[in-house]
């Protein structure tokens, strides 16, 4: 059974910083790749930048690139994200979804936001005292 797992949500001040992880299971990690997206109330999801299993390349959709980072310890099957400056648009439900890596679903056509992703995890919320 494919699972991801987001986790590392919570209570921020602007200004500050966090990490997410998504731990994956039940598919070969190599194969895929998995994206970060963000749902903010109102709105609807967007993704932040994905990351090629095989390889750790990393794109990041142009707006964001400054403030977000991902990276992935493959011997443990997991996948980061870390937020710095948070600000109250940050605030949001976070998740990691995945995809086998293509021909057709590449990086750069997930990155424009056009779908492509088989697996999501069940999202962790980024909220703040505002």
């Known amino acids: 059974e494919v699972q991801l797992v987001e986790s590392g949500g919570g209570l921020v001040q602007a200004g500050g910083s966090l990490t997410l992880s998504c731990a994956v299971s039940?598919?070969?990690?190599?194969?895929?790749?998995i994206g970060w997206y963000r749902e903010a109330p109102g709105k609807k999801r967007e993704v932040i930048a994905c990351?090629?299993?095989?390889?750790?390349?990393?794109f990041y959709r142009e707006v964001l690139k400054d403030r977000f980072t991902t990276s992935t310890n493959s011997a443990k099957n997991l996948v980061f994200l870390t937020v710095t400056s948070l600000t109250h648009d940050d605030k949001a439900a976070y998740f990691c979804?995945?995809?086998?890596?293509?021909?057709?679903?590449?990086?750069?056509?997930?990155?424009?936001?056009?779908?492509?992703?088989?697996?999501w995890g069940r999202g962790t919320p980024v909220t703040d005292s505002a």
């Open positions: 979804g995945g995809t086998y890596a293509s021909e057709s679903i590449t990086p750069q056509f997930i990155i424009g936001d056009y779908g492509g992703m088989a697996y």
């Open positions: 039940g598919f070969t990690f190599d194969d895929h790749v």
């Open positions: 990351i090629t299993m095989i390889n750790g390349r990393t």
